[in-house]
């Protein structure tokens, strides 16, 4: 298995490696996923329950991923290769390819959806219409076969149209651009809708714990949204962090990567609940709170045209900048474990991966009754799939892998760059790694098993 490391690509820097990053976690999982989940668990409880899941969980699988993809500047099922040859831990590897695949396939559903919502809130605008009326757009949006898949499809298109510029030219050039526009357009909708009359509530909401609708599920819920959330069990961090040059230290770039992402999920939950409640909304609308929901606050909201335009096209540019990373992963396998050349290899992955998306928006009409795991739709077995079995298992074999089999030295030797800034608290973290990640994941799937 020769790989063509000679000529690999590398980030421009620090710099770019820490924004394509935010832009992979932050994404439909923090502006789509992360408002609704809050507002159907209670929102403050959720919150903290996320944060401590984010540092018990989330951070120390990036870690060991990230420390492993640059240590080995390979993809995910080179780098545990490279680490321990002859055994089965490359397995890992290709869980979080097959993870990527999946869930690039339905993302690439709700990211036509978002396109669509820019598109709308540009020409048309949600400002004549009423609360049912939106409804009945979405709806009659979603229930179309054809517009869907076609605007899944143009979502694809642009991922594919990034990745095949490769590293610094399409995927760094992206980042730099959108994620900082990103960040602009978030504080500007926050203070819109701190500043509405009325929006103490919402805020109150986000930030005030109600433990009495807290359940185990909350906790679980929790659990799978930091993994989702930071994007880790998939491979995505083993593949950016192998372009990362080893001059670089490794946990300054985790810090910021976690800090600025979980700040963007709660700037999205500031910037939608405020509204919401301001204008006498319910939180709990589930995933129709951003499509159905949201346009109704902006549609009330002073300079509310704007604001829709604003945040639409903030939020497909986010699920964008998560996409390429997506489509990265098994890229970046195929060319160094295949030499296939890139060009190629988008053409081939992106189609292919287009293909197994359709069933997934066309689960929301023609196939709708179609049925897959446990009775879910096909878009929400694929779903439950990835986020609840695969990025968990990916996670826990990366975790096992760094903690036990290539031992925390060696991780916390390869955490540090030139300037030899290692990891602080390492007794802790060592303790964290090693045990407490492992046991909270398999408590997890143990729990899943059990109640299904
Ligand atoms: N973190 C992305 C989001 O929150 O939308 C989704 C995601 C991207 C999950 C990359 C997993 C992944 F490997």
Redesign the pocket.
């Known amino acids: 298995m020769a790989s063509n490391n000679g000529s690999r690509e590398q980030w421009s820097g620090k710099f770019g490696f820490i924004l394509a990053s935010i832009g992979?976690?932050?994404?439909?999982?923090?502006i789509w996923r992360f408002p609704y989940v809050t507002g159907e668990n209670g929102g403050g409880a959720f919150v903290m329950i996320y944060v401590i899941c984010v540092l018990l969980l989330g951070l120390p699988v990036l870690l060991s991923e990230i420390v492993l993809g640059r240590s080995t500047q390979r993809n995910p099922v080179g780098a545990l290769r490279k680490q321990a040859p002859n055994t089965p831990w490359f397995m890992g590897g290709f869980i979080g390819i097959i993870a990527?695949i999946i869930?690039l396939s339905f993302?690439s559903t709700v990211g036509g959806w978002t396109l669509y919502y820019t598109w709308e809130a540009i020409a048309n605008g949600f400002h004549q219409l009423s609360i049912n009326g939106i409804e009945a757009k979405f709806g009659s949006f979603i229930s179309n076969p054809a517009t869907t898949v076609i605007w899944q499809a143009l979502f694809m298109l642009l991922t594919m149209g990034v990745c095949i510029f490769g590293l610094q030219n399409g995927i760094e050039r992206t980042n730099k651009f959108l994620m900082p526009l990103l960040g602009l357009m978030l504080i500007i909708l926050v203070i819109r809708a701190v500043t509405l009359p009325g929006s103490g509530e919402g805020i109150r909401f986000i930030l005030y714990p109600d433990w009495s609708s807290v359940s185990i599920t909350t906790i679980f819920e929790a659990l799978g949204m930091a993994f989702?959330?930071?994007?880790v069990g998939?491979g995505?961090m083993i593949t950016y962090g192998s372009f990362l040059s080893k001059k670089e230290s490794v946990p300054s770039a985790i810090g910021n990567i976690v800090l600025f992402s979980t700040l963007v999920s709660l700037a999205a939950g500031l910037a939608i609940f405020p509204a919401v409640f301001s204008l006498g909304y319910e939180p709990n609308a589930g995933p129709a709170l951003v499509f159905i929901t949201l346009p109704s606050v902006f549609a009330q909201m002073p300079i509310g045209s704007l604001s829709a335009v604003l945040f639409f096209f903030l939020l497909s540019m986010a699920a964008l900048t998560?996409s390429i990373?997506?489509l990265e992963v098994p890229l970046r396998y195929l060319e160094d474990e295949h030499q296939l050349n890139r060009k190629t290899g988008t053409i081939l992955t992106g189609g292919l991966i287009f293909l197994l998306g359709i069933p997934s928006t066309l689960s929301f009409n023609i196939l709708s009754d179609t049925k897959g795991l446990f009775g879910l739709t096909i878009f929400d077995s694929l779903d439950f799939l990835a986020s609840n079995v695969l990025?968990p298992l990916g996670g826990l074999i990366v975790i096992l892998f760094a903690g036990w089999k290539w031992g925390m030295n060696q991780v916390l030797r390869e955490a540090r760059g030139e300037d030899g800034k290692g990891l602080p608290a390492q007794p802790f973290w060592v303790f964290i790694v090693r045990w407490v990640t492992p046991l909270l994941i398999l408590t997890v799937f143990a729990f899943q098993i059990l109640s299904s």
């Open positions: 992979s976690a932050v994404g439909l999982g923090s990527s869930i993302y989702f959330s930071l994007s998939a995505t998560s990373s997506l990025l």
